[in-house]
């Protein structure tokens, strides 16, 4: 079975501060991670993902992620946060052939 | 290619009444999925499709529930005796492979 855990529900940070929003899973297998965003009422846009290779993965948007085997982990983060950042942050499972499995959501506030 | 499109964006109806939502996926994708939001949450897995076979089903597509896709392309996802329980957000994603998901921007269900 697999499943994330994202430590959390709410991360609140000024603008121009380091963003980190965390993300654990439980896998069998080795998994592929994935990051989305959610604006308000759209659907869920990627912002990054780890299948194989380099283990610190960069998205759109100023996001990177590392995916750290020796600790299930897969945190987000951003250097520096802009008020355009605010939104609902999902991590994500997935092994080959299986569906999608997602966290309960991070809600990113940016304060001026 | 537009993407992922899902239709109604939004639906209202009275308890007991029934509902079908539609997907069109992304036309060289050949795996399509159903999932399930509500206000606060990640989403959660319905069912999904490889080609027309419908291949997993959750535990949460209860009996009123029914997923089709009949050619392979398009889906549509039926609701019948709705209850004030399965408002949410119905998301559609579609993929092949070990690639990403791609959303739809959902189509929200209001049971009055």
């Known amino acids: 079975a697999q499943s994330v855990t994202q430590l959390g529900s709410h991360v609140s940070v000024s603008e121009g501060a380091l963003v980190l929003l965390r993300c654990n899973y439980s896998?069998?297998?080795?998994?592929?991670l994935f990051w989305y965003v959610q604006y308000p009422n759209q659907g869920l846009q990627l912002l990054l993902k780890?299948?194989?290779?380099?283990?610190l993965v960069k998205g759109i948007n100023g996001f990177e992620a590392e995916f750290k085997k020796s600790e299930t982990s897969f945190h987000l983060t951003k250097p520096s946060a802009h008020m355009s950042d605010a939104a609902e942050y999902f991590c994500a499972v997935r092994r080959l052939g299986d569906d999608m499995r997602f966290g309960a959501g991070t809600r990113l506030t940016v304060k001026p | 290619d537009t993407g992922v499109s899902q239709n109604p964006r939004h639906k209202i109806t009275k308890r007991g009444q029934n509902v079908t939502f539609r997907c069109d996926p992304i036309s060289e994708h050949n795996r399509l999925y159903w999932y399930r939001q509500t206000l606060g949450q990640g989403p959660e897995f319905l069912t999904y499709f490889q080609n027309e076979a419908q291949l997993e089903k959750s535990r949460l597509l209860s009996d009123r529930f029914s997923a089709e896709r009949p050619k392979g392309s398009f889906s549509t996802l039926e609701i019948q005796r709705t209850e004030q329980g399965d408002s949410a957000m119905y998301l559609c994603?579609?993929?092949?492979?070990?690639?990403?998901?791609?959303f739809g921007a959902g189509s929200r269900l209001t049971v009055l």
């Open positions: 994603a579609s993929g092949s492979g070990a690639n990403v998901l791609t």
């Open positions: 896998s069998s297998v080795p998994p592929y």
């Open positions: 780890y299948t194989t290779g380099a283990t």
